[in-house]
Nanobody, 118 residues
């Protein structure tokens, strides 16, 4: 069965750091683009960062550039999101997603909560 499971969320003070991890199984992980999305209460889910299947190309939301880093390990079927210099506006549920460009296939994790508050 397909599984996409996030971990690493929690409560952190502004300026702090968190590292989110996503463990995937049940599909050909190394063929999929992996992304992190987030959704704050009352807001639409938004793309935060993405990384291609080979791990040699990344993209970030403007709000994440310079602070967040997405990476993947195709040997471990994991993708991480290193979040530094966190701001209260980063508070959201963060979701890991896997997608295939030509198959309109997308898998989602259950989400992990990140709260940035003093």
């Amino acid at each position: 069965q397909v599984q996409v499971v996030e971990s690493g969320g929690g409560l952190v003070q502004p300026g702090g750091s968190l590292r989110l991890s996503c463990a995937a199984s049940g599909f050909s992980f190394s063929s999929y683009t992996m992304s992190w999305y987030r959704q704050a209460p009352g807001k639409e889910r938004e793309l935060v960062a993405g990384i291609n299947s080979a791990g040699d190309s990344t993209n970030y939301a403007d709000s994440a550039k310079g602070r967040f880093t997405i990476s993947r390990d195709n040997g471990k079927n994991t993708v991480d999101l290193q979040m530094n210099s966190l701001k209260p506006e980063d508070t959201a549920a963060y979701y890991c997603s896997a997608s295939l460009r030509f198959a309109q296939t997308r898998y989602w994790g259950q989400g992990t909560q990140v709260t940035v508050s003093s």
